[in-house]
């Protein structure tokens, strides 16, 4: 029988030993923590699964850029960069860097969110929806049912739920796909379309329907 491989296209610069944990040693931390997984030690973690965030190794161009980083305080050429990158993806004339997107929604949300608002979304991100709440918005989660449940097989678990949703006053709506915390993933074309007019159509926006030809 043929055995084939396919290997990563890149070699691994540097290597981070980690400590191997037993089961009783890893119940005890868990148990130390109150079964909260912010309250461990990240030494203690074997695979660390809580996060899709900065854990991936960093590539020799990125570590190379870090020399070529600049610490002025304001005109660095880092800055630039960065704000060519936005302006030739986005049509955005003032750019506020952020360090995180938990900043960035902050930002956000001090802006467009407040009392008596509702920001809909098929399932918030828990810092998301801290955000949301702590600007006195509501975040109102409209996920299908089948996203809330884990055992149910759907190939768009992050689908929101048609007929609820828009009976809602939005002042936005979150067009992300629902984040682990919930187990769901992926919004369906046909339901992001749907949703993205119910919000338009609300906001009294035109819509134009695109048509390619190829």
């Not at 148990?31 to 590539?59: E, K, P, Q, R």
């Not at 960069?81 to 952020?98: K, Y």
Request: with cysteine.
């Amino acid at each position: 029988m043929a055995f084939r491989t396919i290997i990563e296209p890149f070699r691994i610069h540097s290597v981070e030993p980690l400590r191997l944990t037993t089961e009783d040693e890893r119940r005890a931390a868990l148990a130390s923590a109150g079964m909260n997984l912010f309250g461990l030690h990240a030494a203690d973690v074997l695979i660390d699964l809580l996060t899709d965030s900065g854990t991936g190794a960093m590539s020799r161009d990125q570590w190379a850029a870090i020399q070529h980083g600049d610490e002025s305080y304001a005109g660095s050429p880092s800055w630039f960069r960065f704000l060519d990158a936005v302006r030739t993806l986005f049509p955005f004339e003032h750019v506020i860097p952020t360090h995180q997107g938990r900043a960035a929604e902050n930002i956000l949300f001090t802006v467009i969110g407040g009392p008596g608002k509702a920001i809909p979304n098929n399932t918030h991100f828990d810092t998301t929806r801290a955000n949301i709440e702590y600007s006195g918005a509501e975040a109102v989660d409209l996920v299908i049912p089948e996203g809330r449940e884990p055992s149910i097989v759907h190939p768009f678990k992050g689908n929101r739920r048609w007929r609820q949703r828009c009976t809602w006053q939005v002042v936005c709506g979150a067009a992300r796909s629902a984040r682990s915390c919930s187990g769901v993933t992926r919004t369906g074309p046909s339901n992001l379309r749907r949703w993205t007019s119910c919000v338009w159509r609300f906001r009294g926006a035109p819509i134009r329907r695109a048509t390619s030809t190829t």
